[in-house]
């Protein structure tokens, strides 16, 4: 009895080691096949890692079985279809605003169709399958896909100049012989011809008019497309989110807003929003895939993400008609899902991005060299992170147009005219202001003093708003200016 106790230690402890072992070692295989740094060479092979070796292998298995592939994937994006980075979700959206995790074998967007894809990030706790109908309070965050694509070229010119009216009293469209008369001049704004194309194309890159470029916000970071927030951001530094019908938040210093961006998750390379991935989504927007249009302005006083003014709203002065009291009014502004709001998405529908005209202006990581850190919050991150930013020759004034960055959306849309709005025929102390020639947007570029670029206007700008305007600031934290977080995975 005691030789077989004995041994029967012997035999409990060799079964224990073993077993220890033996998830040591799947814990250690998990390991180096999740990392992209252990390398893998083989001539055979196109894989430079142990996960990419074995999703080959899987892949040629499949082929070997005749198993195809079955993600949907749309013809005319030709491989610029959506990437998915780890914890997105895609997802379809209703006219009533109704989220559904999507079945990424079927065709979840058709941008042919004007629909965008979708993506959500849950909040934390939060899972879901395929199928499954998913609560509003359930969702941390709403992402749209750009595509890459190229553009045809026009506007090239660096000589982009601002003419003020009763100069241009004979030569410019609807001007009038009294300087001091209203006027609006508008009827440049074309629809963009736009190819999409996956990152393994050659990117185009020569700059003249009538020829295709690569837009640069993908070649940026050699992406496939990016996933853009479709609100506004809302929440705090800690907390961000990005979801309808909710306060943006505001009075963050550029700084304040480009760190909480950077750091929201790095795995996802998110990052604040920059003039060139402004001008992505802009002129998306404005060509057969998107709403081909200007976008309604979103009039909601109390900055609520994703409304549109009413049709019965009068915007054409500065200031515009905009919600009062707690800025929920329907008679004055709508919100997201509702047919007047879809007109204030890129789409004019639900599936694009909204808050690009009026909401709250919304700082870009684009800035004139020379910038003050001490009022920015910004320093040595321009120098440590330059493809997260998007910087202006330091001799940049508020009219040089012709310094800007090909595909920004801002000397594209010239001329630029100088001129008194309609609530300057009434006013005491008459001003005029700088507006672009597509739909008489406010136009002013970055210069000493603000040299930092916002965009899309305020919810009371009116006229002047658009996805077009652009403007500028010194970089402080202001009431009524926010910020757009953009995913590059």
């Known amino acids: 009895m005691k030789i077989l106790k004995k041994n029967y230690r012997y035999l409990l402890g060799f079964i224990i080691g073993i077993v220890i072992v033996g998830c040591f ?55 610029a279809d959506p990437v998915l980075g780890k914890g997105m979700i895609p997802v379809t959206i209703d006219a009533k605003g109704a989220v559904k995790y999507a079945n990424v074998n079927t065709p979840w967007y058709k941008y042919e169709a004007k629909k965008w894809a979708n993506a959500v990030i849950l909040e934390s706790g939060v899972s879901h399958n395929v199928g499954d109908t998913i609560e509003e ?27 003020s009216l009763g100069d241009l009293t004979d030569t410019a469209e609807g001007a009038e012989s009294d300087p001091t008369a209203f006027r609006r001049i508008t009827g440049n704004a074309r629809l963009i011809d736009i190819v999409f194309e996956s990152k393994g194309t050659e990117a185009s890159t020569v700059i003249a008019d009538g020829e295709y470029y690569t837009h640069p916000a993908f070649t940026s970071f ?19 989110k990005v979801k309808p019908g909710v306060v943006s938040w505001q009075k963050a210093t550029v700084g304040e807003f480009w760190k909480a961006l950077y750091s929201y998750n790095r795995e996802l390379d998110s990052h604040m929003m920059k003039n060139t991935e402004w001008g992505a989504a802009a002129y998306l927007s404005h060509s057969a895939y998107g709403i081909g249009n200007e976008i309604n302005i979103n009039n909601n006083e109390s900055h609520l993400t994703g409304y549109s003014a009413a049709a019965n709203t009068d915007q054409s002065s500065f200031f515009g008609e905009y919600g009062i009291d707690d800025g929920t009014d329907d008679t004055v502004t709508k919100p997201y899902n509702s047919a007047t709001g879809f007109l204030a998405s890129t789409t004019g529908n639900i599936t694009g991005i909204y808050d690009m005209s009026g909401g709250s202006n919304e700082y870009m990581a684009a800035y004139r060299e020379g910038q003050d850190a001490s009022t920015s919050g910004l320093d040595s991150e321009l120098t440590e992170y330059p493809n997260y930013f998007d910087k202006y020759a330091a001799t940049t004034n508020w009219d040089d147009y012709g310094k800007r960055i090909i595909g920004d959306a801002t000397a594209e849309l010239g001329p630029f005219y100088y001129y008194y709005d309609k609530d300057m025929t009434t006013s005491e102390s008459k001003y005029k202001r700088a507006h672009n020639a597509w739909y008489a947007d406010y136009s002013y570029f970055v210069d000493s003093t603000y040299p930092w670029f916002f965009r899309g206007g305020a919810c009371d700008n009116g006229i002047l708003a658009s996805q077009f305007y652009f403007g500028r600031n010194p970089g402080k934290g202001n009431g009524g200016i926010s910020a757009r977080l953009v995913l590059a995975v």
């Not at 060479?41 to 999703?55: G, L, T």
């Open 25 to 79: 070692s799947v814990f250690a295989a998990e390991t180096i096949i999740e990392s992209k740094e252990v390398t893998y060479k083989n001539e055979r092979s196109s894989a430079k890692n142990v996960q990419d070796s074995i999703d080959e292998l899987y892949q040629n298995y499949k082929d070997l079985i005749g198993e195809k592939d079955t993600k949907y994937t749309e013809e005319i994006l030709h491989g």
């Open 137 to 163: 309070d359930e969702i941390a965050a709403y992402f749209v896909w750009i595509p890459r694509y190229k553009y045809k070229l026009w506007n090239t010119s660096e000589d982009q100049k601002l003419y």
């Open 222 to 240: 050699n992406v496939n497309g990016l996933w853009v927030g479709k609100f506004e951001i809302s929440g705090s530094a800690k907390t961000i």
